[in-house]
């Protein structure tokens, strides 16, 4: 992917990030119970940034994606272990899917996640989220086990194990042509 970035956020992102969540999950309107109430939490992205390593990815000096770290010891759903890196939220905006931004941003990810030692990365997610679930699992990520619907839309916990890290990083190499990238 020419020409994007990725970054640590910064305060100022706060609200491209959170407009950006909600543009990214407006598609899924209708499929979460209680969808207004739904969004709102959503729209408060960069409130994750409290507790954990939010990063933004930019294309022309436009933030288009943006996730959270989650490391180990830091505070997180009692579904993923304290030792344990998790995923959460990976958003891109709608009209820069495919691009790679989505890619880059779980390689900051992992790379936080090797530098931290954690045995696992987790994540959830739904088949609702078709193209993620698609990417997480072509890295090496398993389902292992189901968890309680939220808000009406079945859930799952995905992991992949510290020694398969490596291998997802040289995937998502080589499937942008882009090194992944290396944030400060």
């Known amino acids: 992917m020419n020409g994007c970035t990725v970054r640590r956020f910064v305060a100022a992102d ?7 969540a909600r543009a990214a999950f407006a598609e899924y309107e209708g499929r979460y119970d209680d969808w207004p109430t739904f969004i709102e939490g959503i729209a408060r992205m960069a409130d994750l940034a409290a507790d954990g390593d939010l990063f933004v990815a930019e294309l022309d000096g436009v933030i288009v994606g943006a996730v959270v770290h989650v490391g180990p010891g830091r505070p997180r759903s009692a ?13 891109v905006a709608p009209e820069a899917r495919g691009q790679g931004a989505g890619r880059q941003l779980v390689a900051a990810c992992l790379e936080c996640a090797r530098v931290a ?21 072509a ?17 799952g916990r995905y992991v992949l194990p510290a020694e398969a890290i490596a ?18």
């Open 79 to 91: 579904i993923f272990p304290e030792d344990w890196s998790v995923i959460r939220m990976l958003v």
């Open 117 to 137: 030692g954690a045995p696992v990365v987790g994540l959830h997610t739904t088949p609702v989220m078709a193209s993620a679930l698609r990417m997480y699992t």
């Open 167 to 184: 291998a997802a990083l040289t995937r998502l190499d080589t499937s942008t042509g882009d090194a992944a990238p290396t944030i400060p």
């Open 14 to 20: 706060k609200a491209r990030v959170n407009a950006l």
């Open 139 to 155: 890295l090496g990520f398993t389902r292992d086990r189901d968890l309680a619907p939220i808000r009406g839309v079945p859930y």
